[in-house]
């Protein structure tokens, strides 16, 4: 059998190591390079969205709070005005 024969060790070892180094060197200068060059991309890409994303969103609800409201099984989240909801509360405080 060649693979138990001391004779051909050498070059199976051989062989081994090349296709190993080969292996590492198209890893490292082709995969891995790539690899991470979208990976920065994503990132900058997915930083800058949630960047104009929450300004947007902080433009669109200024002076606003958020109120959950409850009917049956549902919860629903309203957008509520400042000013209203001192109003809210100033109502109830003349009620008690």
Same mark, same amino acid.
Request: hydrophobic share 40%; aromatic share 14%; glycine share 2%.
């Given at each position: 059998? =060649? @693979? ?11 062989? !081994? ?5 080969? /292996?590492?060197?198209? +890893?490292?200068?082709? #995969?891995? =390079?790539? +690899?991470?060059? *979208? ?8 930083? #800058?969205?949630? *960047?104009?994303? &929450? $300004? $947007? !969103?902080?433009? &669109? ?6 109120? =959950?409201?409850?009917?049956? %099984?549902?919860?629903? *989240?309203? =957008?509520? %005005?400042?000013? $209203?909801? /001192?109003?809210? @509360?100033? %109502?109830?405080?003349?009620? %008690?």
């Amino acid at each position: 059998m =060649p @693979q138990l024969d001391f004779f051909s060790y050498f070059s199976q070892y051989h062989y !081994l190591l090349l296709t190993f180094f080969t /292996l590492y060197l198209i +890893i490292s200068f082709f #995969a891995i =390079p790539s +690899i991470h060059s *979208v990976s920065f991309v994503r990132s900058k890409l997915s930083t #800058a969205t949630e *960047v104009s994303h &929450q $300004e $947007e !969103l902080s433009e &669109q609800t200024k002076g606003f709070l958020f109120m =959950p409201k409850l009917s049956g %099984n549902e919860i629903t *989240v309203l =957008p509520i %005005n400042h000013e $209203e909801l /001192l109003n809210m @509360q100033k %109502n109830k405080s003349k009620v %008690n």
